[in-house]
């Protein structure tokens, strides 16, 4: 078998000449229809989310767009309380007497004037608790004893007798006040002026 030369001017037959080539593949649409799905999926959870968001806001104001706390169980209303604490009656602080005495029993100190040593002393105390001025006087003490017997001042026989002065408000005079004979003590009194008012106090 003779094998034919190509002619000149003839392009020169190539393998396969004649046939048409593959077609192109075709670009699969899944790539897009998978983003869409995925930007619709996210903007579902966003809108879910934003309503979400909403209903809870929505839950926690009011009307005027506050929010509303909770009272704590500890919390009480101001004006109540101020309620409760003024119907308790409040104490008033004790007053003081406008004069108070005290006293206690001591040794006898004989002065140049006793006569002898039958006597008894008692130490008193006379404080002026009140706004005027008031007039201490041995005198103006009496001592009574267990007995109910009451016992007048005897002067100038115990060298610490109780002054003559007069008190300033605030002010007080310690001296003793002497009575005849031997007893005990129980109480001595002062009477302011001699007839003014009397104030008791205990021997101690």
Excluded at 10 to 32: F, H, I, L, R, V
Excluded at 110 to 131: F, P, R
Excluded at 141 to 165: C, F, M, N, P, R
Excluded at 197 to 202: C, T
Aim: charged share 20%; with cysteine.
């Amino acid at each position: 078998m003779s094998y034919q030369q190509p002619q000149p001017g003839y392009p020169q037959q190539q393998p396969g000449w004649g046939q048409q080539p593959p077609p192109a593949p075709k670009k699969s649409n899944a790539g897009k229809i998978i983003g869409f799905g995925c930007l619709g999926i996210i903007g579902l959870f966003v809108l879910i989310g934003i309503i979400g968001a909403v209903a809870m806001g929505g839950d926690d104001t009011s009307d005027t767009g506050t929010s509303k706390q909770p009272a704590a169980a500890g919390d009480a209303k101001p004006g109540k309380a101020d309620d409760a604490e003024a119907d308790v009656p409040k104490e008033e602080p004790a007053k003081k007497a406008p004069v108070t005495v005290t006293g206690k029993q001591v040794d006898f100190k004989k002065s140049i004037l006793a006569q002898g040593d039958n006597y008894t002393s008692v130490q008193v105390t006379i404080t002026n608790n009140s706004k005027n001025d008031i007039d201490i006087n041995p005198l103006y003490v009496t001592i009574t004893d267990t007995d109910g017997s009451k016992h007048t001042a005897e002067l100038g026989v115990d060298e610490d007798q109780l002054d003559t002065v007069t008190l300033a408000p605030g002010e007080n005079s310690t001296g003793t006040v002497t009575g005849k004979g031997k007893f005990e003590a129980k109480y001595v009194t002062y009477t302011d002026g001699l007839i003014g008012d009397s104030v008791r106090g205990d021997v101690g």
